[in-house]
Structures are given as structure tokens and as C-alpha cells.
């Protein structure tokens, strides 16, 4: 199973940019759809994006539609996340892990798997 590190977040004002990164071991991430997931305090994580795992298709959450773009680069081992625009309700924790479709249609990570999330917080 794949293990993962998130890294790239920090403080930035409102209309600014990051890039997250997703480094993987343990397995290849070529044979997995990827996903990136916001958690706040007290709150059930969310998904945000997943990209399949050619890199070929991708999907969002409306709320970061135009602004956040996913993308990976296998031959690395890793995923991205670059988040234009942002806004102070994007401050949250963000997770990456390998993503599968429940039948009712949610994307959901691998439970067990999720790493130590990287803090995303914009200042107004």
C-alpha cells in the first residue's frame, strides 16, 4: 500500500498561490487514482481533487473548480495540488492519499493510510 508525506503548505494572503506535494513510497503510485482531501478541526474531511491514475482525467470539489489543479508525475512518485486564488475559507489541513469511488458516488482515501497533513492557512 502506498504511504505518503504532504508538504507545501504555509501562510499566504488572500489571492496568492501553493503548491502541495505528495511524495510517496512503499509502492508505486501509477497503479492508484490519487486524491487530495481538506480536514478542518473538529470536522469530516472533505475531498478536493482526485486525478486517475494515468494523469488523464481529474476531478474537483465546485468549491476549488478553476482555481486548484491536480497533477502527478509517476515517475517521481509523486502528486500535486496548485492552488491559485485562495481564500481564507481554504485554511485547512490537507491530506493526499489513493482514492476509490464508493457507489454513491463520494471519493473517499484509504483508511489507515492517511498521512500527517500539510497546514494551509490565508490571511484576509
Known amino acids: 500500500q502506498v504511504q505518503v508525506v504532504e508538504s507545501g503548505g504555509g501562510l499566504v494572503q488572500a489571492g496568492g498561490s501553493l503548491r502541495l506535494s505528495c511524495a510517496a513510497s512503499g509502492s508505486a503510485i501509477s497503479s492508484y487514482d490519487m486524491g487530495w482531501f481538506r480536514q478542518a478541526p473538529g470536522k469530516e474531511r472533505e475531498f478536493v481533487a482526485r486525478?486517475?491514475?494515468?494523469?488523464?482525467?481529474?476531478n474537483y470539489a465546485d468549491s476549488v473548480k478553476g482555481r486548484f489543479t491536480i497533477s502527478r508525475d509517476n515517475a517521481k512518485n509523486t502528486m500535486y495540488l496548485q492552488m491559485n486564488s485562495l481564500k481564507p475559507e481554504n485554511k485547512d489541513v490537507y491530506y493526499c492519499n489513493t482514492v476509490t469511488r464508493r457507489r454513491g458516488g463520494d471519493y473517499v482515501g484509504a483508511e489507515g493510510y492517511w498521512g500527517q497533513g500539510t497546514q494551509v492557512t490565508v490571511s484576509s
Open positions: 486525478i486517475d491514475w494515468t494523469g488523464g482525467w481529474t
